[in-house]
C-alpha cells in the first residue's frame, strides 16, 4: 500500500486556546472539544481547516478552491471538494505545574505511538520507543528523585538515552522557536497512560466569564469556560488526495512564510493564536 503525500503540521500554542463544543450540562458550561475514546482535547478537523482557509483567502488567492474545495452552498450541485485532507489537531505534550521546579511537557506511551503510527501514514521515520512508565513513575532524561505535578507526587525513572534523544529530535520538529525546543530535553516527562488521562481530563485552566447589564452592572449570565494553557504542543497531518501528490505544497510554502495562525473561539480576547512548524520531506 502506498503512503499518502504531506507534511505533519505542528502547532505551539502562543495564548490560552478555545476549541469550543458549545453549551455542557456540566459546572463547565464551554468545555474544549475531546475525543470521544480517550476524552484527550483536540481541535475538529472541520474548524481547523475552516482556519486555515481563512489565512489562505488572506495571503494568497489563487488556488484557494483547489487545496480546500469550493464553499458549500444550498442548492449548488457543482459543490467540489479540495484536493488536501486534514486530519483532526491532536495532543502530543501539555505543560502542566511542576512544584519541583518549572513547568513540565507532560506526555503518554499511546500519544507517542500514535505520533509514530501518523509518521508512517506520510512515509516518515518513526522513532524507538520501548520504555514504558508504571502507574506512578514518570521517564525523564535528567531530573532524579520525586517530582511533583500538580498536587501528585512520580518517583523518576531514567529514560533511555538513545531512545529519548530520538524521540526528542522528533518532537523539536512541532516546535517553530529555537529558544523553546532547546528546553524540551530537561523539561519532557513521560508519564503511565492513566496517569496522563488525569491531567489531559481534569488538569485544564478553567476560567469564570460575565455578562453584565449596562446600566446596572448586575451579572446576567455567569458561565464557566475551559481553555488549553500556553505551551501546549500539537499537531496535524495535512495530506493530499491521491492522484494530486504535491496539493499541499503552496499552503506548506505559505505556513513556512507565515507560521501564525488563529483558530477556535474568542478571537478579539486575544484566545487561539498557535505558531505552527510544518515538517516535510519534499520529493
Request: net charge negative; hydrophobic share 35%; charged share 20%.
Amino acid at each position: 500500500m502506498s503512503s499518502n503525500k504531506g507534511f505533519i503540521l505542528g502547532m505551539l500554542a502562543e495564548t490560552s486556546i478555545h476549541p469550543g463544543t458549545g453549551q455542557s450540562h456540566d459546572v463547565i458550561q464551554q468545555p474544549v472539544a475531546r475525543e470521544a475514546t480517550t476524552q484527550y482535547p483536540m481541535i475538529p478537523s472541520s474548524s481547523f481547516k475552516g482556519a486555515l482557509r481563512m489565512k489562505a483567502e488572506q495571503e494568497f488567492s489563487q488556488n484557494v478552491n483547489t487545496i480546500f474545495g469550493t464553499k458549500s452552498e444550498i442548492g449548488n450541485p457543482d459543490t467540489e471538494a479540495g484536493q488536501v485532507i486534514f486530519s483532526d489537531v491532536r495532543l502530543i505534550l501539555l505543560p502542566v505545574r511542576s512544584l519541583t521546579g518549572h513547568y513540565r511537557w507532560v506526555t503518554c506511551p499511546y500519544l507517542l505511538q500514535r505520533l509514530n503510527r501518523d509518521r508512517s501514514l506520510i512515509d516518515k521515520p518513526t522513532f524507538p520507543f520501548s520504555s514504558e512508565p508504571q502507574e506512578g513513575e514518570a521517564l525523564t532524561k535528567n531530573f532524579t528523585g520525586t517530582m511533583f505535578l500538580e498536587e501528585f507526587s512520580f518517583s523518576c525513572k531514567q529514560a533511555n538515552d538513545m531512545e529519548f534523544d530520538e524521540m526528542v529530535t522528533t518532537l523539536k520538529k512541532l516546535i517553530a522557536h529555537e529558544f523553546v525546543l532547546n528546553r524540551l530535553d530537561d523539561q519532557l516527562v513521560i508519564l503511565h497512560d492513566q496517569d496522563f488521562a488525569h491531567f489531559a481530563r481534569f488538569g485544564l485552566p478553567v476560567r469564570a466569564r460575565n455578562q453584565l447589564n449596562n446600566e446596572t452592572k448586575a451579572s446576567e449570565n455567569l458561565w464557566f469556560e475551559e481553555t488549553l494553557p500556553p505551551d501546549t504542543i500539537m499537531y496535524s497531518l495535512v495530506m493530499a488526495k491521491p492522484g494530486y501528490d504535491h496539493a499541499w505544497t503552496q499552503l506548506y510554502e505559505a505556513l513556512n512564510a507565515k507560521p501564525y495562525i488563529q483558530v477556535g473561539g474568542n478571537e478579539t480576547l486575544g484566545q487561539g493564536w498557535f505558531i505552527t512548524s510544518a515538517d516535510a520531506t519534499k520529493e
